[in-house]
């Protein structure tokens, strides 16, 4: 069994009547990478700062790598990696300065490690160039470079590709997937555009109104966002029997003169092939499913008309 | 603690601003001290006496010291890189706290160098001149450093509150300098001889065997708004 590395049990923030997050429980494994999905004002950026410790919680508990006193959970926090927000740096220092104030802040003994983190990212050519004139794209990689300067186990990275260009957003990926599997870095990520986040996530939890909506697997997700094939045939029942017998497919229905299959709807070319083979004429093939866009808005929109 | 000093010391060390306004404020004694040359005040014991009077002015300048230490982390979102490692908050109120003393101390023994080294090198020694003199000078600094850091305690505290270097500063200036006049506008005169600038007025102006009060009241000062800023410290919203 995986080592939980963040727990949290019914988690609440208020701000006056306000909940941005209500009753939210969480549970991230060592060596997930945790998709938090939701809309802008969702609450996603409220329960990365609780976890952080960037803003006292309301209720409920905070547990890191097993930790959740409050005196523990300081130095859990030494742990991790954060990029909260826009990345705040001085702007009248350099990458380099800005890392080596924390890295003293945080009693780090190896000088190396700044130099490393921005060749890591890719800003180790940029001199005594002030933090003030970088380009958002480099100051979300300073922002980086500052999470993975101490190798932490957990990151925590809130809308981390705003603000990167193609280029940018693919290198970041890159550098997120082979922290994952180098390190073992267990990654808390949040953003609102799931393309990307589809192409890392091992887990995801769909936020909204500051509740957790759902929690999903990549694999349950794919499954339920899964497309099926839907083929309109002149017989229905010789179809059906072809789809058994030659293609041993069960997970299909029909209804009316329309199959519905559930599976293998990646190569329906086969499908064609042996109902025409079999007699059966095939008027029309459609291919549907949700995106994980689309699954994402008919969760919103179940809690939108709740 | 020392660790987060250090990181503040490194910060302000590689940029100009505190050199500056060091290299300006030990500028201008020098320049009064040319000043005093040769009329009847261009004597060592002149300048001692005037040196006292000028405690008063370094309330002016704390401003400066609490906005490079820890006004502009609310500006730029800087603590929040330092809050998500698991710093305590009472530390970190704390470290920045003495930081400014730190660099307070440090401006003022670089200004009073240039001010007595000018005077050394300028001004004559007169026959009223005494080694005395200089003793009580730092009697009423040692004094007014109460008030100092006193009045530190109040800049950060409004820092704290309002999360705005700028009305921080106003409010600051505002309640070092106007409110003896709003006191007086709602008949609370008693109020006044509890006010930070009454008590810097008279570390400057008192006899050395009447310093004490000053120095109580703004010790009690210091730990009421040391107290609250911590509080407001460990409930603040970091973004």
Aim: net charge neutral; proline share 2%; aromatic share 10%.
């Amino acid at each position: 069994m995986r080592e939980t590395v963040i727990q949290t049990k019914n988690i609440v923030k208020r701000y006056g009547k306000f909940s941005a997050v209500d009753d939210i429980s969480i549970s991230v494994e060592r060596g997930d990478i945790y998709a938090l999905v939701g809309q802008n004002g969702a609450g996603k950026t409220t329960l990365l700062k609780l976890i952080c410790g960037l803003t006292p919680p309301s209720g409920g508990e905070i547990g890191l790598f097993g930790r959740n006193s409050p005196a523990q959970l300081g130095a859990a926090r030494s742990h991790m990696g954060t990029m909260i927000e826009t990345p705040g740096f001085f702007p009248y220092l350099s990458a380099k300065e800005n890392l080596e104030y924390y890295r003293i802040q945080r009693g780090g003994k190896v000088k190396a490690k700044v130099e490393d983190a921005l060749e890591f990212v890719g800003l180790d050519k940029t001199g005594g160039k002030k933090f003030k004139s970088f380009s958002l794209g480099m100051k979300q990689r300073l922002g980086l470079a500052l999470a993975i300067m101490d190798d932490p186990e957990l990151l925590i990275l809130d809308e981390p590709i705003n603000g990167l260009d193609p280029m940018g957003i693919k290198e970041f990926r890159d550098v997120i997937l082979k922290l994952n599997r180098e390190k073992k870095t267990t990654v808390l990520i949040s953003s609102h555009i799931l393309g990307e986040l589809s192409q890392i996530a091992t887990t995801y939890g769909f936020i909204g109104k500051g509740r957790l909506l759902e929690r999903d697997t990549a694999g349950e997700l794919k499954e339920k966002c899964r497309s099926s094939l839907r083929i309109d045939v002149d017989n229905a029942e010789l179809a059906s029997d072809i789809l058994r017998s030659q293609m041993g497919c069960e997970n299909f229905h029909v209804s009316g003169n329309t199959l519905q299959i559930d599976e293998k709807s990646d190569s329906p070319e086969l499908f064609v092939k042996a109902l025409v083979e079999g007699g059966v004429m095939v008027s029309q093939v459609f291919r549907s499913g949700i995106s994980l866009e689309q699954y994402f808005i008919k969760l919103i929109g179940g809690i939108e008309h709740a | 603690m020392l660790k987060l000093i250090h990181a503040d010391l490194y910060k302000t060390f590689h940029r100009a601003y505190f050199f500056l306004l060091t290299a300006v404020v030990s500028a201008l004694c020098v320049v009064m001290v040319f000043a005093l040359r040769g009329g009847e005040a261009g004597n060592w014991s002149a300048a001692v006496s005037l040196g006292a009077m000028l405690l008063s002015y370094p309330v002016f300048l704390l401003p400066m010291l609490t906005q490079i230490i820890y006004a502009e982390e609310f500006r730029d979102h800087t603590l929040k890189n330092t809050m998500s490692y698991g710093t305590d908050r009472t530390v970190l109120y704390i470290s920045k706290w003495l930081t400014v003393i730190i660099l307070g101390v440090v401006m003022t023994a670089v200004v009073l160098a240039f001010y007595f080294g000018s005077t050394a090198l300028v001004l004559t020694r007169d026959s009223a001149f005494r080694w005395e003199l200089v003793r009580e000078f730092f009697v009423r600094l040692s004094a007014a450093c109460a008030v100092y850091v006193a009045a530190i305690s109040m800049s950060v505290f409004f820092i704290q509150l309002l999360n705005k270097s700028t009305l921080a500063i106003f409010l600051y200036y505002g309640c070092f300098y106007l409110s003896d006049l709003i006191l007086k506008l709602l008949h609370l005169d008693k109020g006044i001889d509890y006010l930070l600038k009454t008590q810097i007025s008279a570390v400057a102006g008192n006899p050395l065997a009447n310093l004490q009060t000053p120095v109580v009241i703004s010790l009690v000062t210091m730990a009421v708004f040391f107290l609250a800023g911590i509080v407001f410290f460990r409930k603040e919203d970091f973004s």
